[in-house]
């Protein structure tokens, strides 16, 4: 089970009398991707408004209502209160889970205070730059003031000289008040922990795996483990630090390998292991823009080009999919074919015997590339790609992530062709003159993307700028704000 990248997820459904089966987070609950206009993929504050949409389905309310016990341990990067910082309305308990254990939000850079920063070190530089010059200003003034050369009261001097204090304390406390406000534990709707002890959290969400199945081990259930590994700051237990061959990364793929040897121990004593279908992936390939000097915090993606977030190369979207249902599914059998992430809510939905919305939920097309298979071969189109920086380089180096659209990414016309059955690395560009079936492969793809497309419809925007930016008023805090401070829950037993 090693070899996955950034966030893994692990998914197990379990039927009493039948069998069933497993998945990841947006697109695989629902089966739709939240977007935004303005470049942000994922929501950027714990005490944002935006998030996965009430009205969206997702397989756990299906199942739910199949009378199945359904339940969310690890991370939830779907949003939390629309209106106030206590209505939940996109909470896992609003979106079908019976039970939710975990972050609210992300793993972060920041929150470790890493150097690889998602958003403290640009707010830090901002109320520097912003410090600096309230505090020319109340220097001119002052010096303007006494010298007689500019008729000012010195209320202004006061008030700009306040406002530069002011700024200088925010970006020295903008770091911790960052952990303490999306670095945070959650039971339901309780907060456990703000802000989140690391050393101690692996054992605390093995812990809760161990009692969710336990508790629902004479019923039919679903739990869906969302682990915070293998994401920066790479999260390590001292016991497993120095493990690998392959630096930090590697102790934390190793200490979740370790994780999903706990959790089928678990399955195994609770006599669960052939009732319960096991489905272990990732969500996407390794981050190559996290990098350090020579040391890669993000992941390799071995022949595979590019990596997350880059449009649709191989080395973003091809990830590990495992499958454990002994007695049903023979061992050690390896499946060619390519599957999306998406097919987990249909498959999910039909194994527990329910049914798939019509009104919503549609077999998608990427935006960026698609995949064609005919006669045994699979082709790949890219209509968009990201330029890669510096030219020549395999990823978007000096961004977090590669730009979708703008100057920085290349509309092609004619699209690129590969054929990822010959050329997975996808380093050959294939043309009308070296491709017999150039122009029927295209015009078949074409076509499928014209149809998904009058498939689509406007909807609001959730991760835009106005639900994506930081509201006090919405920010989960176990004490009066802003002293957002507890440990209410004893450390793993």
């Known amino acids: 089970l090693t070899g996955s990248r950034d966030r893994d997820n692990m998914l197990h459904l379990h039927h009493s009398c039948n069998p069933p089966a497993a998945a990841s987070q947006d697109t695989e609950l629902t089966g739709v991707r939240m977007v935004s206009s303005i470049g942000y993929r994922v929501l950027q504050w714990t005490g944002a408004s935006g998030g996965l949409p009430t009205n969206e389905t997702t397989f756990a309310k299906i199942l739910k209502e199949k009378g199945y016990a359904t339940g ?41 205070h890493w150097e690889l920063s998602e958003k403290r070190v ?29 008729p000012v009261s010195w209320t202004p001097v006061i008030w700009s000289a306040l406002s530069a204090v002011l700024l200088l304390a925010g970006s020295y406390f ?31 969400i093995l812990q809760e795996v161990a009692s969710f199945l336990k508790r629902n081990k004479h019923g039919p259930f679903l739990l869906f483990v ?32 370790w994780m999903v040897g706990q959790i089928l121990d678990t399955l195994d004593m609770e006599g669960l292991t052939n009732s319960t279908l096991i489905y272990f992936t990732s969500d ?24 997350k977030g880059m449009g649709g190369w191989e080395g973003g979207i091809r990830v590990p999919g495992i499958f454990r249902w002994p007695g049903v599914l023979p061992a050690g059998q390896v499946i060619g074919e390519p599957t999306s992430l998406m097919d987990v809510f249909p498959t999910v939905v039909q194994l527990a015997g329910g049914e798939v919305p019509q009104d919503r939920y549609r077999t998608t097309q990427r935006n960026n590339s698609a995949l064609h298979r005919h006669k045994g071969t699979m082709w790949k189109v890219h209509f968009v790609t990201p330029v890669f920086q510096p030219e020549g380089a395999g990823a978007c180096y000096g961004r977090k992530v590669c730009p979708c659209f703008g100057e920085k990414v290349l509309h092609h016309d004619p699209p690129l062709l590969f054929d990822l059955s010959r050329d997975p690395s996808e380093t050959h560009v294939l043309t ?45 805090c176990c004490g009066p704000f802003p002293l957002c401070w507890c440990l209410r829950e004893d450390g793993p037993q």
């Open 174 to 204: 903008v770091g911790a008040l960052i952990v303490h406000a999306d670095c945070l534990l959650m039971r339901n709707h309780t907060i456990t922990e703000q802000p989140m002890r690391f050393q101690t959290t692996t054992p605390l």
């Open 72 to 112: 969310l341990v690890g991370k939830w990067h779907l949003g939390l209160n629309c209106e106030s910082a206590s209505d939940h309305c996109h909470h896992p308990l609003h979106h079908g889970f019976d039970h939710f254990y975990g972050m609210p939000f992300s793993l972060m850079g920041d929150c470790a």
């Open 432 to 476: 009308p003159a070296s491709e017999p079936v150039f122009y029927q492969v295209m015009e078949r793809v074409q076509q499928a993307v014209r149809e998904h497309q009058r498939t689509l419809s406007p909807v609001p925007l959730q991760l835009d700028r106005l639900g994506n930016i930081w509201r006090p008023w919405l920010q989960p």
């Open 226 to 257: 969302s682990f915070l590994h293998v994401h920066i700051p790479l999260i390590t237990m001292e016991n497993f630090l120095g493990k690998s061959l392959h630096g930090l990364y590697g102790d934390n793929v190793e200490e979740m390998d």
């Open 122 to 150: 640009n707010l830090e530089q901002k109320l520097n730059f912003l410090f600096q010059v309230l505090a020319l200003v109340a220097l001119t003034l002052a010096a303007g003031k006494l010298t007689h050369l500019i």
């Open 284 to 307: 996407h390939g390794g981050s190559l823009e996290n990098q350090l000097g020579n040391s890669q915090y993000g992941g390799w993606n071995g022949i595979y080009k590019g990596g």
